[in-house]
């Protein structure tokens, strides 16, 4: 269904300049008709909305009415039925097709509507790492939410072992219990007692996102803010967190970029590390704008005089691509997005790059490289939950 597309070869000869583009699964193709690949966990839940709710619930009612339709038009014409019954009202048939379209919008309303509010509410979850001491297979963690955000289920947390091997998910029931839900504690036990030095990672929060077919992983707190400012017609990217520096990101021009990434890559990219939620908050300087990445399902409008704010986290490192979604003028068309998902150290070292160009003092290089090691060990690891 997707087909490469020409341009591969081009996109190779310029990777071997050392500048990356997107996988050609990730972007759009001519003639594609599905949605590009979810990037993210989020991006997989609003698939899962799309592909096992909405589209089956679709394809069931065209399927009835097509089929309603074709049998009036056999049974009911002029030469089948001759003499039409005279009567106006069924109270059985009225009240079916009232009740059964109000079931159907109540089942829609209750999967739209948990996504409006994760996508809406910023993650809040928490990574607490513990060194395990070889004795004690308890492990108590500090359930600091707001009374209306507090771990009360199994859900909302998560609990990983990690030793040299790497990170390991582990289940409720068969390697750890829980106790304290709700409470200002919580308590877990583990079922085997880890070896000294094992560490024990409990994830805990309310922000549970992933489709209902896949992994689930509770969204951490954002530890990013990127904003950005829609102008006609490019856009401005600013890190607060790391000096405030700004820059514009305009579209690449023909003949600079590979045929398939032209009209989607950009002069500057915004950069961002891999497994890390990022809050975006949007706004405009002349109209509305609208900023969307699709392989993260995500769309906010940039609007002058206000502030618009959403989230994403990558699962993977790439490029990703968008564009203007709102219909801001004649140039509407060439304000597209680029998102490059790195690690953790290439980012540091492209925020001191990017201070270094604003006159500023590196931030991250300073930081001796042990240091960096043990603080990219304890950063939220890629693990695949476990419930
Ligand atoms: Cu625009």
Redesign the pocket.
């Known amino acids: 269904m997707r087909k490469l597309i020409a341009g591969s070869a081009i996109a190779a000869a310029f990777a071997s300049l050392g500048v990356a583009y997107a996988q050609d699964g990730y972007l759009p193709v001519d003639g594609g008709y599905e949605m590009v690949p979810a990037a993210s966990k989020l991006a997989e839940e609003v698939h899962f909305f799309h592909n096992s709710v909405l589209l089956p619930i679709i394809t069931v009612i065209s399927i009835f009415v097509l089929a309603l339709l074709l049998y009036v038009i056999v049974r009911y014409n002029s030469k089948a039925n001759p003499t039409p019954r005279k009567f106006s009202h069924n109270t059985l048939v009225e009240i079916i097709w009232t009740g059964v379209p109000i079931l159907i919008l109540l089942t829609i309303a209750l999967f739209s509507f948990d996504l409006l509010f994760k996508e809406d509410v910023m993650p809040d979850g928490k990574q607490v790492v513990m060194t395990a001491d070889g004795a004690s297979n308890v492990f108590t963690v500090d359930n600091d939410f707001p009374p209306s955000r507090m771990a009360a289920a199994g859900r909302h947390v998560q609990v990983f072992r990690a030793d040299a091997s790497g990170v390991v998910g582990l289940v409720e029931g068969d390697d750890y219990k829980l106790s304290g839900l709700g409470e200002p504690k919580i308590s877990v036990t583990m079922t085997q007692t880890p070896a000294a030095g094992e560490r024990i990672l409990v994830r805990l929060g309310r922000s549970v996102v992933g489709s209902p077919l896949g992994a689930r992983e509770i969204a951490l707190a954002p530890t990013i803010t990127l904003k950005v400012v829609?102008y006609?017609?490019g856009w401005t990217y600013s890190y607060p967190d790391f000096g405030d520096f700004e820059y514009s990101s305009n579209m690449a021009a023909e003949g600079t970029v590979p045929a398939n990434v032209y009209r989607f890559e950009v002069d500057n990219r915004v950069v961002v590390p891999v497994g890390e939620t990022i809050r975006v908050v949007t706004t405009?300087r002349d109209?509305?704008?609208?900023w969307a990445l699709p392989n993260m399902a995500i769309k906010i409008d940039?609007v002058p005089g206000r502030i618009n704010e959403t989230w994403f986290k990558a699962d993977k490192e790439g490029v990703y691509y968008g564009q203007?979604?709102?219909?801001?003028?004649v140039r509407?068309s060439a304000?597209p997005i680029a998102v490059e998902v790195v690690s953790r150290p290439a980012f540091e070292a492209w925020v001191d790059e990017k201070r270094d160009e604003n006159g500023m003092e590196p931030m991250f290089a300073a930081v001796a490289a042990a240091e960096t090691q043990s603080k990219l060990a304890d950063a939220a690891p890629a693990v695949e939950a476990a419930q």
């Not at 109209?287 to 609208?290: D, E, K, M, W």
């Not at 203007?324 to 003028?329: A, D, K, N, P």
């Open positions: 829609g006609q017609w405009a109209v509305i704008h609208s940039a203007c979604s709102e219909i801001c003028g509407h304000m």
